[in-house]
């Protein structure tokens, strides 16, 4: 007979090996010195969370057949948010003053939510600096909603697990 206990433990495995949802996330952009974050996290396409590692390749002395690979330099991807354009003007205003003081960064929070709208874990960026701000195309003959686009660079991130929560 199986009881309540074994029960969780299988649900916890399930849940463990179960993919997250790649449409239900929050974007929380705050810049050094703000008490909240820019836009609400009203962004509809979040893409570049990536890390990447070269390979240094160092042949051996003497034989022909045999090289050493040896880890090199890691670099971080480009964060591209895209968002509904709205009355507030907020990722325009933070690039500006970005622009006035090259030295303000961001931290950008990224949480992967559950169909439930509960927590399953988030991405930390660190020191985001805004590096493209693009306006909406418009075209009359589309009427389609008007979407502006914000590319930043980072030059950290970890992923925070949520899923025991």
Same mark, same amino acid.
């Given at each position: 007979m199986v009881g309540p206990a074994s029960t969780d433990n299988g649900e916890q495995e399930r849940r463990k090996w179960q993919p997250f949802p790649a449409f239900n996330f929050l974007v929380e952009i705050v810049p050094d010195g703000a008490s909240k974050p820019l836009a609400g996290g009203a *962004? /509809?396409?979040c893409d570049g969370i990536e890390i990447s590692q070269e390979v240094k390749t160092l042949r051996e002395g003497g034989n022909p057949n045999r090289v050493h690979r040896l880890a090199g330099p890691? /670099? *971080?991807g480009q964060l591209t948010l895209k968002r509904g354009v709205t009355h507030g003007f907020e990722l325009w205003q933070w690039f500006s003053d970005s622009l006035a003081n090259p030295a303000l960064r961001a931290g950008v929070t990224i949480s992967v939510l559950r169909h439930d709208r509960s927590e399953w #874990?988030? *991405? @930390? =960026? /660190?020191?985001? =600096?805004? @590096?493209? =701000?693009?306006?909406p195309t418009l075209n009359a003959r589309? #009427?389609?909603?008007?979407?502006?686009?914000?590319q930043l660079a980072y030059e950290t991130f970890r992923w925070e697990d949520k899923s025991d929560a």
């Open positions: *962004f /509809s396409d890691v /670099s *971080f #874990g988030r *991405f @930390i =960026l /660190s020191r985001c =600096l805004p @590096i493209k =701000l693009k306006a589309e #009427g389609s909603v008007a979407v502006e686009e914000m």
